[in-house]
């Protein structure tokens, strides 16, 4: 079984700040690696898959990087609409989900 | 626009079956994988399980093998989920989730692009 872990478990950012969140494999997923973002009483939204690749509808400002284990999200300049849960999830064997990061107001 | 609508959940006993459906529509529910994911009150994400466009690969997690049945009708642009033994560690939002690779050949190997909004599944006594 392949565990994911996220870091920090809780990030706080102001508006307009960069924010970097981590996520890591305890063992290789090559780049089967994606995103998502889930607002309160809302469904997750995939944001990245591939490790990079932007899905349909998301803005620049969201960028995926890493391959193996290391991942990194990062939003370049945090909007209000950006606080949130981000999650990430392997699909290298059979899918897995990190624990979540927590996007909030600085 | 693609629509995933999740139903049949409820307040179960432990120990009893409840039977979850999923509505597809918007695009062609027979080209693609689907899966169910749950997320436990104030929890985390948990991929549950996950059927091929052909129904010919399926997949579980360890915590429901043997008690969840995954199905689908391509007729009638659905899926299932059936639940036998429920316990009250199966408590959860249990969403349908849309595979975003077009018939493919792995149910383990994609992220999934759309979601339902969850129905509640709540086993108490």
């Known amino acids: 079984e392949i565990v994911m872990t996220q870091s920090p478990a809780t990030l706080s950012v102001s508006p307009g700040e960069r924010a970097t969140l981590s996520c890591r494999a305890s063992?290789?997923?090559?780049?089967?690696l994606a995103w998502y973002q889930q607002k309160p009483g809302q469904a997750p939204r995939l944001l990245i898959y591939g490790a990079s690749t932007r899905a349909t509808g998301i803005p620049a400002r969201f960028s995926g990087s890493g391959s193996g284990t290391e991942f990194t999200l990062t939003i370049s300049s945090l909007q209000s609409e950006d606080f949130a849960v981000y999650y990430c999830?392997?699909?290298?064997?059979?899918?897995?989900f990190g624990p979540g990061t927590k996007v909030d107001i600085k | 626009e693609v629509q995933l609508v999740e139903s049949g959940g409820g307040l179960v006993q432990p120990g009893r079956s409840l039977r979850l459906s999923c509505a597809a529509s918007g695009f062609t529910f027979d080209d693609y994988a689907m899966h169910w994911v749950r997320q436990a009150p104030g929890k985390g994400l948990e991929w549950v399980s996950g059927?091929?466009?052909?129904?010919?690969?399926?997949g579980y997690a360890d915590s429901v093998k043997g008690r969840f049945t995954i199905s689908r009708d391509n007729a009638k642009n659905s899926l299932y989920l059936q639940m036998n033994s429920l316990r009250a560690e199966d408590t959860a939002l249990y969403y349908c989730?849309?595979?975003?690779?077009?018939?493919?050949?792995?149910?383990?190997?994609?992220?999934?692009?759309?979601w339902g909004q969850g129905t509640l599944v709540t086993v108490s006594s």
């Open positions: 999830q392997q699909y290298n064997n059979w899918p897995g």
């Open positions: 059927i091929s466009w052909n129904s010919g690969s399926i």
């Open positions: 989730a849309k595979d975003i690779k077009l018939r493919s050949k792995s149910v383990a190997a994609t992220p999934f692009d759309y």
């Open positions: 063992q290789s997923v090559s780049s089967n």
